[in-house]
C-alpha cells in the first residue's frame, strides 16, 4: 500500500507531521474528530475516484458601526459636543485550506494544504485518536 502526502506550503513541521498522521486512516475516523461545520466541503474527485475532505478556515467578512463622541468647544456653561459615526467593513481573512484524500476503500491516501495559518487549525484537532 502506496501512501503520497503534498503540503503545497509546508510552512509547519507539526502541520506537516499531524497531517501525515492521518495517512492510512479511515475517513470516518477523520470526520468524527474534526469539525464538520463551518468551512467544510466533501467531494468526489471524478478523475481518480477519491472523495476529498476539505476544510477551509479563517474569518469570514463582517461589519460593525463605532461612534466617537468628543469636546469641541464651550458656549458659557455649555460644553459643545460633536459625535463622529463611522461604518467599518472588514474582509475576509484565508488562513488554511486543507484536503483529506481517500480512496475507493475509505482509506485517506494523501492531502494538500496551503496558507500560512494552518498550525493552529491542523494541530488543535490534532493526529487520529485510534491507532
Given at each position: 500500500m502506496s501512501f503520497s502526502a503534498h503540503a503545497t506550503n509546508a510552512y509547519s513541521k507539526a502541520s506537516t507531521?499531524?497531517?501525515?498522521?492521518?495517512?492510512?486512516h479511515d475517513a470516518s475516523e477523520l470526520l468524527?474528530?474534526?469539525?464538520?461545520?463551518?468551512?467544510f466541503t466533501s467531494y468526489e474527485v471524478s478523475k481518480t475516484g477519491e472523495t476529498a475532505y476539505e476544510y477551509n478556515?479563517?474569518?469570514?467578512?463582517?461589519?460593525?458601526?463605532?461612534?466617537?463622541?468628543q469636546a469641541v468647544g464651550q458656549m458659557g456653561n455649555?460644553?459643545?459636543l460633536q459625535t463622529t459615526n463611522e461604518h467599518h467593513d472588514v474582509a475576509a481573512e484565508h488562513h488554511c485550506t486543507v484536503t483529506f484524500y481517500a480512496n475507493a476503500d475509505g482509506i485517506i491516501s494523501r492531502?494538500?494544504?496551503?496558507?500560512?495559518?494552518?498550525?493552529?487549525?491542523?494541530r488543535s484537532?490534532?493526529?487520529?485518536?485510534?491507532?
Open positions: 507531521a499531524v497531517a501525515d498522521s492521518w495517512l492510512g468524527v474528530q474534526w469539525p464538520v461545520d463551518r468551512g478556515f479563517g474569518s469570514e467578512a463582517y461589519s460593525y458601526d463605532s461612534s466617537n463622541t455649555t460644553l459643545i492531502y494538500e494544504y496551503d496558507g500560512v495559518k494552518c498550525a493552529p487549525y491542523i484537532w490534532g493526529r487520529p485518536k485510534n491507532r
